[in-house]
């Protein structure tokens, strides 16, 4: 199945957690696996902390320091995201989850963020669950 996010910003993280649980419930696959995926080029799926907020905040800040957005990349000649492809491309377009018990094997501070790089846009997410 899939599922659209409207982001709202440049760049931020947003929470997708609760449709793919929605995702997986649907399936009725009890044990198995999810597998999360963005086909997109400057968008990324993140497994890590969403109860403190702040910690979305400093993942985007941090990237921003590590790539930021001027820095003479030759793609900026194109259509001037090249700063999105490359963090996109460190985040990853996807991620996989293990089931168990019909429910996402996520740690008690673990979420799923979709990660918006080149927004606001829309943004489709994909949600694969597979039995095994
Ligand atoms: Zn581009």
Known sequence: MEFFVNTKRKQELANITNRVEEAVRKSSVE??????YVPHATAGIIVNENYDPSVC????DAMEKLIPIRAGYRHDAIDSNAHAHIKASIIGPGKTIPIENGKLKLGTWQGIA???????RERTVIVKVIKG
């Open 31 to 36: 044990n198995g696996i999810c597998v999360v």
């Open 57 to 60: 905040e400093d993942i985007v």
């Open 114 to 120: 979709l990660a918006e790089f080149d927004g606001p």
